[in-house]
């Protein structure tokens, strides 16, 4: 892939022991995200989005693989540690600002708390940073000398945004920004996030499990399922042409506003096993109702089926064709 | 509608006993819901929605609420003014209620069997044996499999949808007239919550039962629902048919919101926002309580409380300037 990605990710490992076996939550992930582009990174519960996004910003380490970022190769193993030379240039918001914010901090002492850790700035510089950061994310500047409980929970997301961008990152992750948002404000959130984007270059990483949300955001999107990536695309293609039975049943599962469509496709059947490791072949055969024989022995790769379409299918290896072609 | 609804609410409000004294959380509201139908009720945090649907049983803490004024009619009685006693025997009996979190409505100490026999028992009198017999015959209506083995399990053996089919067996054990669904979904990946609203409109159908679903997903409401309530802060601010709402929304919030949902199916550039924050209930707004959100607010918005008007064929909207604007056109 393009040698100007400023992250790349290959066969990310993470396993945790659970009662004496092995729990694979990331099955060798692999994803570039290119410079000024957002990647969403869709999947349900257990299907290992958040633990990707964890290892990549240092908060967990993976078992195997590698992670460049910005051209620097992250040993796998060292996590945190390694993530030094390159830990300004990324971010992290999180899911839930009232638990992400320190609640007897005023939040410009919050915004401010990564430039007082990486030092080097005047009492004055730092303070009109502050004042810069609060404009950039909408709120008032009198806002600084609140306490978090006096925010709702759009605005704490506006300060943990401002947080997230105090040392200027140019790549951030964003886990479930907006998933305990009320709609009204989450689409405040999104359509901050993308103005902030278009303003200061940033990539994003945007991890969700809400489709409708992460098309309005994405430029390309990876779909995982039981701990990988079961296809990945540019958004239109994804949402348009869907080729992995599990995207298929993931969109066709989002209600829709328009009462008299009639829904396009039977509800999928099943639930995530709770043994994925026990699973043989692909992990969705299970649920999935076109799975064959091989689907049940083999596991399938994620392999380019179109130019930038990649999906991990046999469906979409020859010699079989996909017998839901649209 | 010339039938008798099943249940209706008539100009609830409800207070809750806070630090700075008694709060409103539901102002008036009104809702009806017919025999066989599905009501969604839908609105933002805040907006009274689950306050409303725990009112009808009286599940609030009775020492910190007032049920200021209002009536809540059925069966030719008032739930408000009903006895405990006589509640006791209509809640999980002929009303039955569902929640968000299966796990936290569960008791994690009891086995499955106890917790689906507990109703048949108290509101059936069915015998030991029956009732566990009965229990199986839910498990099987509700889709788990292997239903004789599971019935043992602890709830905490179950994942989340699976829970939450045992909830649902509980809640329609006694055939229920009515089931209240407090944001039944809201904690499932949205393929389990395409299964389980597929089931729940089954049993509607094989029950023959009315519905109340509270949700604040558009999608949810649009796919299961026949008739819509529209809260906002504490207020019913439209009410319709599922088509009319969605088609034709009179409210200006109703149709903000419609608009700031994304679409799964459509590229945009930009979300459509409504500007500003969901008001805290304790906060006092004058007039429209959407008014310092709202762009067509006119004068009269900041000082009357609007009324909710019919705007005809049994459409609602509490929005007397968009109503008049709309009989002229």
Known sequence: MSVSSIVVVRELVKTYAVRGALLRAVDGVSFDVRPGETLGLVGESGSGKSTTGRILVGLDAATSGSINLFGQQISSKAGKAALGAVRRRLQFVFQDPQNSLNPRMRARDAIAEPLDIAGGLTRAARNDRVRELLEMVGLPISCGDRFPHEFSGGQRQRIGIARALALRPEFVVCDEPVSSLDVSIQAQIVNLLLDLQERLGLSYLFIAHDLAVVRSISARVAVMYAGRIVEIAPKRELYTLPRHPYTQALLAAVPRMRPNKARAAAVVAGELPSQIDTVPGCTFHPRCPFAFERCRTEKPKLREIAAGHLAACHLHEPPHQPPFAN | ?329
């Not at chain 2, 028992?121 to 229990?135: D, E, I, K, T």
């Open chain 2, 1 to 329: 509608m010339a039938e008798q609804p099943l249940l209706s609410v008539e100009n609830l409000t409800v207070q809750f006993r806070s630090d700075i004294g008694w709060v409103t959380a539901i102002d008036g509201v009104d809702f009806a819901v017919h025999p066989g139908e599905c009501l969604g009720i839908v609105g933002e945090s805040g907006s009274g929605k689950s306050v409303s649907a725990l009112s009808i049983l009286r599940l609030h803490s009775p020492a910190n609420t007032r049920y200021a004024s209002g009536a809540i009619h059925y069966g030719g009685r008032d739930l408000l003014t009903l006895p405990q006693r006589r509640l006791r025997q209509i809640r999980g009996g002929e009303i039955a209620m569902i929640f968000q979190d299966p796990m936290s409505s569960l008791n994690p100490v009891l086995t499955i069997a106890d917790q689906i026999m507990e109703p048949l028992r108290q509101h059936q009198g069915l015998s030991a044996r029956a009732a566990r017999r009965q229990a199986i015959a839910l498990l099987d209506m509700v889709r788990i499999s292997d239903a004789s083995r599971r019935i043992d399990d602890y709830p905490h053996r179950l994942s989340g949808g699976m829970r939450q089919r045992v909830m649902i067996a509980i809640a329609v054990a006694c055939r229920p007239k009515l089931l209240i669904a407090d944001e039944p979904t809201t904690a499932l990946d949205v393929t389990i919550q395409s299964q389980i609203l597929t089931l729940l409109r089954d049993l509607q159908r094989e029950i023959g039962m009315s519905v109340i679903l509270i949700t604040h997903d558009l999608g949810v409401v649009a796919e299961f629902a026949q008739r819509v309530v529209v809260m906002y802060a504490g207020r019913v601010v439209e009410s319709a048919s599922v088509a009319a709402l969605f088609a034709r929304p009179m409210h200006p919030y109703t149709e903000g919101l419609i608009q700031a949902v994304p679409d799964p199916d459509e590229d945009v550039h930009r979300l459509a926002m409504i500007p500003g924050n969901i008001p805290d209930p304790s906060t006092q707004i004058a007039g429209c309580r959407f008014n310092p959100r709202c762009r067509h607010a006119v004068r009269s918005c900041l000082a009357e409380t609007p009324a909710l008007i019919d705007a005809g064929a049994g459409h609602f909207a509490r929005c007397p300037p968009r109503i008049a604007a709309g009989r002229i056109a």
